[in-house]
């Protein structure tokens, strides 16, 4: 063996004792992130299970569960869902009521913003938007729940779909009780 195989045996001997020492020092700091204690407590499993057991005591107890949530309700529900259209722009957040939905989608729009379709049949919120337009595809989500589609204002396509007799809706625009309003501490869009 000459002087040069023997200098490119060292360099690849080299590189390989760094790649070790690499593959140590990475397994090391991975394992130790996992056995770490984490900072805030994960409920055990013990817990999860006992909280499903509860959950499925109150179905034996009722034997009736909400038609969007699969929850145990007391009674059976009768009402019809609403389905309201809400903005989802950086201007338009934080929305209102979307945490009382039962369902809630969120859909590409037109410009590459989407929109939420809030779907309330249990849950109720005091306040719910900014409600935006009808749009075909919320329209049709809607009719897939047989939900009364709450809007305001619409695209052609939307208007089409909703003036159908089998359709259900309420326009915001064209009710003017005070159920809904323009807010005074946002843009218009």
Known sequence: ????????????????????LIVIVGTYSIMN????????????VVDIIDEEIEEIEEVEETGIL???TGMAV????AKRPIAITIENSPA????????????????????????????????????IGPIR?????LAYMSHDFDGVFVHIGGSPGGYAYVNQKSVANIDAFYIGSGEFWRTKDRIAP
């Open 1 to 20: 063996m000459n002087a040069k195989d023997k200098m490119a045996n060292k360099k690849i001997l080299g590189i390989a004792i760094a790649g070790l």
């Open 33 to 44: 992130s996992l056995l770490a204690k984490p900072e805030e407590e994960v409920p055990a």
């Open 66 to 68: 909400a038609p969007l």
């Open 74 to 77: 007391e009674q059976q529900i």
């Open 92 to 127: 338009a957040r934080p929305q209102s009521g979307l945490r009382e939905a039962d369902v809630v989608y969120e859909v590409l729009a037109e410009g590459g913003i989407t929109r939420f379709l809030a779907i309330f049949q249990q849950g109720e919120a005091d306040m």
């Open 133 to 137: 337009s009808a749009r075909d595809y």
